[in-house]
């Protein structure tokens, strides 16, 4: 039996500048971020580019990460200034910071004991989908939680509120044919829906507003502040739509498949 063996050959290869690499010797780096930067290193340098527009799909394909764990990486190379970033979701350009002084190392890993941080009287503690719920302390008006459940929390929230961003913008720009101006208030406003509906109605939803017909929503404005503020007639009309009998042809293609 024959057995391959990986044996890459030195004719390719990503052109790197020694000074450069010896800095990313001098900074840690946690494992999926370094992955991302990697991938966008390859992707930039490797064809000769100083920056690129990379898709999330593209770094799922690199990395083998989840969407939600390249935007985490994504947000800590941001805050570290390793990585640049320019545009709005759907069509981001992506490059590596040269000017290494710049980078902000992380902080050196403390063992805190696991005690619990105090939060404010009132929090919304979102679940994985999305579903949110307030949760108060009457004895004290205080809620305890472990601070890296906080912040565990924290970064899933943002990247499940980055996702459904670009869940948006593809959506509006098949729809219409040219990119959504997204403001800071549209990422308010999105996470403001995740504290009531889980992301699976939210991109449903999205989907109403963006093919919806009815003259009042159209009045004012396919926008995300129309989402949020007519969210829950968007939910009725999701469901409406979603409950609608089916036709014969669809029932055939329901029980035989398509042909």
Not at 81 to 89: H, L, R, S
Not at 148 to 166: E, M, P, V
């Amino acid at each position: 039996m024959v057995v391959f063996v990986a044996n890459p050959q030195p004719d390719k290869f990503v052109k790197i500048s020694t000074e450069l690499f010896e800095a990313l010797c001098h900074i840690r780096i946690s494992g999926e971020a370094r992955q991302v930067m990697d991938a966008i290193i390859r992707q930039t340098w490797g064809y000769h580019r100083k920056e690129d527009k990379i898709t999330l799909n593209r770094f799922v394909e690199s990395t083998g990460l989840s969407k939600i764990h390249v935007r985490q990486a994504l947000n800590k190379l941001l805050s570290m200034n390793i990585v640049t970033e320019k545009g709005n979701a759907g069509a981001v350009t992506y490059s590596i910071q040269k000017d290494y002084d710049k980078w902000k190392p992380l902080p050196k890993k403390v063992t805190l004991p696991k005690k619990v941080i105090k939060i404010p009287k009132k929090v919304t503690v979102v679940t994985e989908k999305g579903n949110g719920s307030h949760c108060t302390n009457n004895n004290n008006n205080e809620l305890q939680m472990p601070i890296d459940t906080l912040i565990d929390t924290i970064k899933d929230n943002k990247a499940h509120s980055r996702l459904l961003t670009d869940y948006w913008m593809e959506k509006y720009k098949s729809k219409f044919g040219y990119k959504y101006d997204f403001k800071k208030v549209d990422g308010v406003n999105i996470a403001k829906l995740r504290k009531t509906f889980n992301d699976d109605i939210i991109k449903n939803i999205m989907d109403t507003l963006i093919n919806t017909t009815d003259e009042f929503l159209l009045k004012m404005g396919v926008t995300i502040g129309t989402l949020k503020n007519q969210a829950n007639k968007l939910a009725q009309l999701s469901n409406t739509q979603s409950n609608k009998p089916l036709t014969m042809i669809q029932k055939m293609e329901k029980k035989y498949g398509h042909q």
